[in-house]
C-alpha cells in the first residue's frame, strides 16, 4: 500500500524515510529521528561540506579516496570535528552495520553548526558531524540504466569555482535543482549544466563523459573531482581507453558516439538521448558497457574494500 500523503498534503514532513541508521551528537539513532537544529548554519546557509560512498556486497568502495576529499573539504571550509580518519571511519562502519545493509548508499556531513548566541561569525559555531547509512540510491532507475538516461543540457550555467570551489562537496544545489525543473519542461529525466563559457559542467550529483573515435572526454575544471570520474581514468589506463580532460561543448556531447555519467549513487550511467537528439546508434554504446562491466568488477578488488563486519 502506498502511504505517502497526496501531493497537496505535503507542505509538512511526511516522517516516511527509507530504512537506515544515523549518527549524530554522539548517537547512533534510526533514520527518521536523526533531525539538526533549525539553526544549524548547514541548514540555513548551506555551510558544510559532505561525501558519499557507497557499499556493495558488505564492503565499501574506495573509502579512503572519500575520506580525503572529504578531510580536505573541511579544511578548505576551516571546519574542524573531534574525530580523526579511523573515528570517522568507525562510526560509518557502525552506521552499516547497525543497519544491515549489504548495498547502501552512505553519507557523511559537517555542517557550520550552531553557536549559543546565533553570532554571524562562523569562527563561533561548533561544527556537527553527521553520518547516516540508507539502501543503496542511483541517479537512474533499472530502466534507464538499461535504456539509457535522456538528458537535456539546460542552459544554466553551474554556480561558477570563483565563488563556490567546486571540489569541496557541497550542497549549493539550487542551480542543479532549477536544472531539473528545466529539463523535465523539456522532456528529459535529468539536466546538464553549463560552465561561464558555454563548456558543459556536470549534473546534478554525477560528472559528464562523452566517448568519441575510442576516446574518452570529461570537463576538467569547475566541477567536483568524482571518485566515480577517477575511477574511470582508472579503468582507462587498465583497458588502455585513452581519456581527455578538458573543454566539452554541448554540441560534442550531441555529436558523441556515446555519452554517460558518473557517480557514487548508480555508478556509470548510459546517457542515449542528449537535447531530443539520440546519441550513436541510440542505445547503450560497447565502451559505456565494457566500462561499466570493469566498473562493478573492481569492486571485488581488495585494494578497494573495506569489509564491514555486520552483527
Ligand atoms: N558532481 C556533483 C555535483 C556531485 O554531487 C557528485 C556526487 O554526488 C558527482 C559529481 C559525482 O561524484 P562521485 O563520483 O564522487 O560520486
Redesign the pocket.
Known sequence: MNTFPALSDRHSDPAIYPPGVAYMDGQYLPISEAKISVLDNGFLHSDATY??VHVWQGAFFRLDD?LD?FFAGMEKLHMSIPLDRAAVTEILKNCVALSGLNNAYVEFICTRGTSPTFSRDPRDAVNRFIAFAIPFASVANPEQMDRGLHVAVTDLVRIPPASVD?TV?NYHWLD?VQGLYAAYAQGAETAILLDAEGNIA??????VFAVKEGKIYTPEYG?????????IFDIGKDLQIPYVTGDLSPEDLRLADEVFV????GGVMPVTKVDNTFIGTGSVGPITQQITRAYWQMHKDDRFRTEISYP
Open positions: 561525501d558519499v572519500h576529499r567546486p562537496k542543479l556536470e549534473g546534478p550529483g554525477f560528472n566541477v567536483l573531482l568524482g571518485i566515480t570520474r577517477q575511477t558518473t557517480s557514487t549513487a
